[in-house]
């Protein structure tokens, strides 16, 4: 079983930024593919960006030009730095985790961007 623990997230007001870091019980190097969710309120979650083995990255085309997803595998840890961040950014953020069939998901951080 794989622990995946998410920290970071806060209130933040409009047009500014945020770095959420998502701590795994092994190395990252050996997760093939890690990814950012999020939930709104009354919404589905909804992916946000992939890192996969190669640091090969995909974004939602709302985080495009705004989030960027990294991992330092020395650490163990999963990145999302998020800019400009508006109120439909307001959610929990959830770290996942895939190796083969196996999947694993953080507890969640909540996100909530408000003046």
């Known amino acids: 079983q794989v622990q995946l623990v998410e920290s970071g997230g806060g209130l933040v007001q409009p047009g500014g930024s945020l770095r959420l870091s998502c701590t795994a019980s092994i190395s990252t190097f050996l997760i093939q593919t890690m990814a950012w969710y999020r939930q709104a309120p009354g919404k589905e979650r909804e992916l946000v960006a992939t890192i996969k083995t190669g640091h090969i990255t995909n974004y939602a085309d709302s985080a495009k030009g705004r989030f960027t997803i990294s991992k330092d595998n020395a650490k163990k840890t999963m990145f999302l730095q998020m800019d400009s961040l508006n109120a439909e950014d307001t959610a929990v953020y959830y770290c996942?985790?895939?190796?083969?069939?196996?999947?694993?998901w953080g507890q969640g951080t909540q996100v909530t961007v408000s003046s």
């Open positions: 996942y985790g895939r190796i083969g069939a196996d999947e694993w």
